[in-house]
């Protein structure tokens, strides 16, 4: 929905600080310093990932970069710039300016033309975002929220001499810019803890993290001896064959280990493919979009269907508890998740169940390989659709697996949960420097829309 109350009561009636001004000052609409200009329903049918000309999209804000392109005619009236200051008329309605290449600006999204005889362009960088997260807030929607470029017009900007607007951006710089920096460090945290994570699941999948424990350990039982006992296990299911994989080259394992297929530990199912419908509080159906980067599932906003719908889908089979959840369809294909525990759920087909064999069912070593990268690209060679991406559970079965014995496995996952501990706590003192870093800018923000860092300058 559209924004339903004027834009004028919502600042009038507003407690932000940030759309406080200094009481010397007059308001003056945006769209008396600046032409809002919309952008254009290009044809979709011409979008691609590499030919053309790049596309900003809403997603693409704050982004800095498209990875959407277009490969057809266009007007150059829609041409955006380095430096253009650019929002997004849905969602959220960010607010950004634009410092990625030369891109054709898409529907939903408008750049905003400041004329600089009557308006400091920076200025109205730092002053814009909290009157679009006013209006965002005073938007009632069921779905996605909308702005119209009427509305951005209409929002009353604090007007303060010109020559003032060049002196509060000077001051707010010249304060932030230690601040600006440390978020800057803060930012690149997330990408260093993300290649840990994997370096400490390369080092569990190949021997490295246990190497001083198998020396301390030399009479543990060998691999091979488990997958024997699990192949009369097997026999007992209807499982499709094992490829062999006496002709691959692979690397050099510690002697107790061993290379398998994933088939000789696990049995891999998917669901009806039918889609069930939705049903107001009803039972959680859990899908890829579900996956939360920590390894976990949100649960908050899982869709629901009706019993019938999940009697339906349990003809199949039923997900237990500690089953493994596998995505298989789509932009997130080659994430694993375990299964909720102590509740009822089914799940799409865009996800596999992989239910370990024996006594590998309460191991979570191929929980953490199946998140390593050394599985992720063999999930990702095997890829069978142009479009969505799609992998078939005989590529899952065929999974080549390095492994341990059973007592190192757990001496593995061990050591994974301690040292990803680690990782988690650093995350969580990131997001905290972050917020206090945000909460610093608001602060000089508001100081400055007041008029209080130049009134004695």
Same mark, same amino acid.
């Not at 789509?330 to 239910?355: E, M, N, T």
């Not at 050591?415 to 420097?433: K, M, P, W």
């Given at each position: 929905?559209?924004?339903?109350?004027?834009?004028?009561? #919502?600042?009038?009636?507003?407690?932000?600080?940030?759309?406080?001004?200094?009481?010397?000052?007059?308001?003056?609409?945006?769209?008396?310093?600046?032409?809002?200009?919309?952008?254009?329903?290009?044809?979709?049918?011409?979008?691609?990932?590499?030919?053309?000309?790049?596309?900003?999209?809403?997603?693409?804000?704050?982004?800095?970069?498209?990875?959407?392109?277009?490969?057809?005619?266009?007007?150059?009236?829609?041409?955006?710039?380095?430096?253009?200051?650019?929002?997004?008329?849905?969602?959220?309605?960010?607010? +950004?300016?634009?410092?990625?290449?030369?891109?054709?600006?898409?529907?939903?999204?408008?750049?905003?033309?400041?004329?600089?005889?009557?308006?400091?362009?920076?200025?109205?960088?730092?002053?814009?975002?909290?009157?679009?997260?006013?209006?965002?807030?005073?938007?009632?929607?069921?779905?996605?929220?909308?702005?119209?470029?009427?509305?951005?017009?209409?929002?009353?900007?604090?007007?303060?001499?010109?020559?003032?607007?060049?002196?509060?951006?000077?001051?707010?710089?010249?304060?932030?810019?230690?601040?600006?920096?440390?978020?800057?460090?803060?930012?690149?945290?997330?990408?260093?803890?993300?290649?840990?994570?994997?370096?400490?699941?390369?080092?569990?999948?190949?021997?490295?993290?246990?190497?001083?424990?198998?020396?301390?350990?030399?009479? #543990?039982?060998?691999?091979?001896?488990?997958?024997?006992?699990?192949?009369?296990?097997?026999?007992?299911?209807?499982?499709?064959?094992?490829?062999?994989?006496?002709?691959?080259?692979?690397?050099?394992?510690?002697?107790?280990?061993?290379?398998?297929?994933?088939?000789?530990?696990?049995?891999?199912?998917?669901?009806?493919?039918?889609?069930?419908?939705? +049903?107001?509080?009803?039972?959680?159906?859990?899908?890829?979009?579900?996956?939360?980067?920590?390894?976990?599932?949100?649960?908050?906003?899982?869709?629901?269907?009706?019993?019938?719908?999940?009697?339906?889908?349990?003809?199949?089979?039923?997900?237990?508890?500690?089953?493994?959840?596998?995505?298989?369809?789509?932009?997130?294909?080659?994430?694993?998740?375990?299964?909720?525990?102590?509740?009822?759920?089914?799940?799409?087909?865009?996800?596999?169940?992989?239910?370990?064999?024996?006594?590998?069912?309460?191991?979570?070593?191929?929980?953490?390989?199946?998140?390593?990268?050394?599985?992720?690209?063999?999930?990702?060679?095997?890829?069978?659709?142009?479009?969505?991406?799609?992998?078939?559970?005989?590529?899952?079965?065929?999974?080549?697996?390095?492994?341990?014995?059973?007592?190192?496995?757990?001496?593995?996952?061990?050591?994974?949960?301690?040292?990803?501990?680690?990782?988690?706590?650093?995350?969580?003192?990131?997001?905290?420097?972050?917020?206090?870093?945000?909460?610093?800018?608001?602060?000089?923000?508001?100081?400055?829309?007041?008029?209080?860092?130049?009134?004695?300058?």
């Amino acid at each position: 929905m559209s924004l339903t109350v004027p834009v004028a009561e #919502i600042i009038n009636s507003s407690t932000n600080p940030l759309l406080a001004i200094d009481p010397s000052w007059e308001r003056v609409p945006l769209g008396k310093i600046a032409k809002v200009l919309n952008g254009f329903a290009f044809k979709s049918e011409l979008f691609n990932d590499k030919k053309g000309t790049p596309l900003i999209r809403i997603r693409d804000i704050g982004n800095n970069k498209t990875e959407c392109y277009y490969d057809g005619v266009f007007d150059e009236a829609y041409v955006i710039h380095p430096g253009d200051l650019l929002v997004g008329m849905d969602g959220d309605f960010n607010c +950004s300016t634009w410092r990625g290449p030369k891109a054709l600006l898409n529907q939903r999204v408008c750049k905003i033309e400041v004329n600089i005889e009557q308006y400091n362009r920076k200025f109205l960088e730092y002053v814009l975002p909290g009157y679009l997260k006013a209006i965002n807030e005073n938007t009632s929607s069921q779905t996605v929220k909308h702005l119209s470029s009427r509305s951005i017009s209409e929002i009353l900007l604090p007007n303060p001499p010109l020559t003032e607007q060049q002196r509060i951006v000077a001051r707010v710089e010249a304060l932030l810019s230690h601040v600006n920096a440390a978020r800057e460090r803060l930012s690149r945290v997330p990408l260093i803890m993300k290649k840990f994570r994997q370096a400490v699941l390369a080092a569990a999948c190949s021997g490295g993290l246990t190497e001083g424990w198998r020396k301390e350990n030399p009479d #543990i039982e060998e691999a091979n001896k488990l997958v024997k006992r699990l192949e009369s296990i097997r026999k007992q299911f209807k499982i499709r064959e094992i490829s062999s994989i006496d002709n691959l080259e692979l690397s050099d394992l510690p002697d107790s280990w061993t290379w398998i297929r994933l088939a000789n530990i696990a049995i891999v199912m998917d669901p009806d493919h039918k889609m069930p419908k939705s +049903s107001d509080g009803g039972i959680i159906f859990i899908s890829p979009k579900d996956f939360k980067e920590n390894y976990q599932i949100d649960m908050t906003k899982t869709k629901r269907i009706s019993d019938e719908e999940f009697l339906r889908l349990s003809k199949k089979f039923v997900p237990r508890p500690l089953d493994i959840l596998y995505s298989r369809i789509g932009a997130d294909l080659g994430k694993a998740r375990k299964a909720p525990q102590d509740i009822k759920f089914h799940i799409s087909y865009s996800l596999a169940v992989i239910r370990q064999l024996g006594e590998m069912e309460n191991s979570d070593y191929l929980f953490w390989l199946l998140n390593s990268m050394f599985i992720r690209n063999q999930a990702f060679e095997n890829v069978r659709s142009i479009g969505v991406p799609d992998l078939g559970l005989r590529d899952i079965d065929n999974f080549i697996i390095p492994l341990p014995p059973l007592a190192e496995q757990y001496e593995i996952v061990r050591r994974v949960g301690l040292l990803f501990e680690r990782a988690d706590a650093i995350d969580r003192e990131v997001e905290a420097a972050t917020r206090r870093c945000e909460r610093l800018t608001q602060a000089v923000l508001g100081k400055a829309f007041r008029g209080e860092l130049t009134r004695n300058l």
